[in-house]
């Protein structure tokens, strides 16, 4: 069968989409390759094709190595469901269970196995991978989330790093690696890690068009995301990150408090409240789930609203990997972010305080800083953040420096003054935090500036035509380039560094954008109507006889779904269901060439879709 027919039959889908194609026949033919293409682009078509075309060939079983137990349920239950033999080895098995699939295994019974690395590189793995090699059963591997081999990537996972003996042991088996998000650093580590020198490098675009940016300035974080949510995505799906397992309770209560359906997620809950909260997320319409950056590797949903963080995140790489897994669907979605201060200060001296080498943290401030250079963007964010992957584009017009530009002002002559004051302050014995700094400089005469004596620095009052707002933009820029050091062990007081020098001649300028208020603020309110239609809502336009025809799809899936413990999307897509109410079918015929509906699933819900059809 032709990769072509493969795409058609069992998937269901007319043609590949950007270097699918390419990538898929070089893998095929035994190319190694490494793939970096962005979430929601198809990369697992890119090797469970090849593992079926060479199953057909006589060329043995494909091993996926994934990080995920929930990815590995849901991508097993996809292909199930396009009649493709695959299983999963991992700890939810019994061991009765897990024995059976051994034996299938070893029998060449299966098409593809998903493991996690810890499985895969155990001595009792490779011998049954031996096994399987000595008899020409062993067809690929597909490393999978493959930036969990870098120590640069947002996601390392040191047993990673012992995949190396895939290629020691079994030279002769092609190998495809694949992740969404690796800037060069990254990308190198991943080849070097893995032995992929000889391998073919595959890289889409990394442009997500659909999902809109927008980072504003802390205020009232809180208030500030409800105002979001509310505003934009009630009734939604959505993420929200926040940098503490303590915040992510509290944000879950918020906005359950709010009548947003949220759950919280992270690493410290029951591994069965963490397993149940996840699928709920995933089988319901609606929720939100607030979690720390413990949640979303893999997952799946392609109608996920938006993405909000609520802290700023350590890079840019997980910056973009967390904000795809919005609009996986290709409808429009939202990437929020609000910023401040304090996230400056904790990732820098999350940084400082690391037992790491000198060289990994300056390569870790290098990313913050990147990342800051984002947020503080006074030109297309788009622009900007392809940039980080060496990818060159044009303003989008989708961003919220697109669709409002900012202003810009000059916070040099602010920034000596700053750095100024904190010199004196020193000078006089002390050391003190943002606030005290910004007092003197702002000529408040608190009782604390009044007991230190600090009214009568010569720096007293020359920032009083500056807000606090515009200062903490100046600090933030500061501790980022490294002009100012936080020291945590003494209450998060300033202190100048070798940095300092520079700025104070006036040898580094410092340009910021001035404050805005909350872009989502600005924008007008959408209905409550829309808010309660919009987890019906099809994806494309639809007549109100073919919307009614969509609802009803969507209510059958549900009960599918349900009936065979998977995600609603696993069974059919919206964009699929979409598509058959806009036709209005008569007849399996009429289903036929939808795309999303493979040969398998045309025998197993055909029937039942027109049943629907009818009932309408």
């Known amino acids: ?145 493959a930036h969990c081999v870098s120590q640069w990537g947002h996601d390392f996972r040191p047993e990673y790093r012992a995949l190396s003996v895939l290629h020691e042991r079994y030279a002769s088996v092609p190998r495809i690696a694949l992740t969404a998000t690796a800037d060069a650093l990254t990308r190198a580590d991943i080849v070097e890690r893995l032995q992929l020198q000889d391998a073919r490098l595959f890289i889409s675009s990394f442009d997500r068009p659909n999902i809109s940016y927008t980072i504003v300035e802390k205020t009232q974080a809180t208030q500030q995301l409800l105002r979001f949510i509310s505003g934009e995505h009630m009734g939604e799906a959505g993420i929200v990150y926040c940098q503490s397992r303590k915040r992510v309770e509290d944000i879950a209560n918020l906005l359950c408090d709010e009548g947003v359906a949220a759950l919280p997620y ?214 980022a380039i490294g002009a100012v050091a936080v020291d945590a062990e003494a209450f998060n007081t300033l202190k100048l560094t070798e940095g300092s020098r520079a700025v104070l001649k006036g040898e580094v300028p410092v340009r910021l954008r001035a404050s805005l208020s909350n872009p989502a603020e600005r924008k007008a309110k959408r209905s409550s109507t829309a808010h309660a239609s919009s987890a019906s809502k099809a994806p494309i336009a639809l007549d109100a006889p073919a919307q009614s025809r969509y609802t009803a799809l969507k209510a059958w899936r549900g009960e599918v779904a349900k009936e065979h413990n998977l995600p609603a999307y696993v069974i059919f897509h919206d964009a699929t269901l979409a598509a058959i109410a806009e036709r209005a079918p008569n007849s399996l015929g009429d289903l036929q060439g939808i795309s999303g509906i493979g040969a398998k699933k045309l025998e197993a819900y055909g029937d039942e879709v027109l049943r629907v059809m009818v009932s309408v």
């Open 1 to 145: 069968m032709s990769i072509h027919h493969i795409l058609q039959e069992v998937f269901g889908y007319g043609a590949f989409r950007g270097p699918q194609q390419a990538i898929i026949e070089h893998v095929v033919a035994g190319g190694d390759a490494l793939v970096l293409m962005p979430t929601g682009g198809g990369k697992s078509l890119c090797y469970q094709i090849p593992a079926i075309a060479r199953e057909q060939a006589g060329q043995g079983i494909t091993v996926v190595i994934s990080p995920l137990i929930a990815l590995m349920h849901d991508q097993v239950g996809a292909l199930h469901e396009a009649g493709v033999s695959a299983e999963f080895l991992n700890s939810t098995l019994s061991g009765e269970q897990a024995s059976q699939v051994e034996r299938r295994l070893l029998r060449g019974d299966i098409t593809l196995l998903y493991a996690a690395p810890e499985r895969v590189t155990n001595p009792r793995f490779l011998a049954q991978l031996d096994s399987l090699h000595e008899r020409g059963k062993l067809s690929l591997f597909a490393i999978d989330e």
């Open 266 to 479: 992270h690493a410290g809950l029951d591994a069965k409240v963490r397993q149940a909260n996840q699928d709920q997320f995933l089988r319901s319409e609606g929720i939100v789930m607030v979690a720390t950056i413990a949640f979303g590797m893999g997952i799946d949903k392609p109608d996920v609203r938006f993405v909000a963080h609520l802290d700023m995140p350590k890079n840019i790489e997980g910056y973009y990997q967390e904000t795809g897994r919005a609009g996986r669907d290709g409808q429009s979605a939202q990437a929020w972010m609000c910023y401040g201060l304090q996230d400056v200060v904790n990732q820098r001296r999350m940084i400082d305080e690391s037992p790491a080498g000198e060289e990994f943290k300056a390569g870790l401030r290098g990313k913050l800083d990147a990342l800051l250079g984002l947020a503080e963007a006074t030109d297309c964010r788009r622009v900007r953040l392809l940039a980080y992957f060496d990818e060159e584009s044009k303003p989008c017009g989708n961003c919220d420096n697109c669709l409002q530009p900012p202003a810009v002002w000059d916070g040099t002559d602010a920034a000596r003054k700053l750095l100024s004051t904190i010199y004196r302050v020193q000078q006089m014995g002390g050391s003190y935090g943002a606030v005290h700094i910004m007092d003197i400089l702002r000529g408040k005469s608190t009782e604390k500036v009044v007991q230190r004596g600090h009214e009568r620095l010569s720096t007293f009052g020359i920032g009083a035509d500056l807000s606090e707002v515009q200062l903490r933009g100046v600090l933030r820029q500061l501790i």
